[in-house]
């Protein structure tokens, strides 16, 4: 699969992921009110649209005991995903990330919910962050 052929796959996929994701922060943020935060899924990436199984599902960021696995939305196995939450001077909202690996090229891209666009950033290659770069 050539690099835009990958990613277009993902987003596909990410589609209906991300409308159950929408659902559960709005039930999530009506119990908390705050959106959840869920860490990177994956400990390897995904790679050239090969499917992964995310294998960190149940990790929580040190201020919120939820996990993914609590959090019950579905998750993406084409791409490493991430969620984190904010809260602005325009109000709250969350962006989801998605990061894998194109050949040699470390891809990423991030959808914001809420008020602040500027936090939707399109797919842009990046070096590859340590956490995934042994």
Known sequence: ??????????????????SDIQAKQDSYFAANQIYFQGLWTHSNLPADGNAVD????????TNQSATWNDFGSATMNLAAMK???YLGPDGAGYVASLALM????????SINNGPEDERSIDWAIMDLPKRWNS
């Open 1 to 18: 699969m050539a690099n835009p052929d990958v990613l277009t796959t993902v987003d596909t996929a990410f589609a209906s992921v991300w």
């Open 54 to 61: 995310p294998d960190l599902l149940g990790s929580h960021p």
């Open 102 to 109: 194109v050949g040699s090229d470390f891809w990423i891209k």
């Open 83 to 85: 969620c984190d939450q």
